[in-house]
């Protein structure tokens, strides 16, 4: 990959502009959304510096979270920008979905509605090409002990499985479950196989005395919440 060239590139720039000085003595808040992406980036391509070559990126694909679900093909227009860099980016987009997470999880938050579930969980579910469950296992307070990833597989083949769900709560002595799973179609409504899991998994709680608190759908910035619609009986 070439350096920037002599009249354009980032060296040039006054050093307080330069995105990554700019970042050590001001704070990254203050950068632009071109600004991190050319840090990421470190070098542009051939007659064009890293802050150019972000900013195109960041035209075509308008926001962060539209870049996040993206495949090669989709990168071709940016001659020059290798598989490396683009894995770069991709797993900077992944460590800030899954910041949210962490920091909950690290605090132990106390759940007391289906909401304090999706503002969790919608930023990492809600763009997902394939269907995948999640189960938050709380404590007798209803905070969260851990977040778990269940089944990923397709709309028709990613059921988890009851027995496994159940295992891992004892295992974690949890006290409760919600599980969590997303419809790729972004239609939230539940399907017979959704109904038949919830009363299995209802069922199987009853049985090991772990309370099973909700089961919820995520769309595109909607959800679907058994307990809500008084479906956990």
Known sequence: MSEPNKKTGINSWPQ??????????????????????????????????????????????????????TDMRQWKE?????PAKIAQIQAALEIGRRFREVEVNGSKQKISSARDIVDIIMPQMRDLKTEVFKVFYLNSNNRIIEISDTAVGT??????????????ALQKFAAAIICVHNHPSANVAPSPEDKKFTQELISAGKLMEIKVLDHIIIGDNNFFSFAEEGLMI
């Open 78 to 82: 940016f001659k020059g920008l290798g």
């Open 16 to 69: 307080d502009d330069r995105p990554r000085e700019k970042l050590l003595k001001k704070g990254a808040g203050i950068l632009s959304n071109s600004e991190l992406l050319a840090i990421l980036l470190r070098t542009g391509i051939k007659g064009e510096s890293a802050i150019d070559l972000a900013r195109r990126i960041i035209d075509k694909f308008s926001t962060f979270r539209n870049m996040s679900h």
């Open 155 to 168: 709309v028709n083949h990613a059921m988890p499985i009851v027995r496994e769900i159940m295992h891992a």
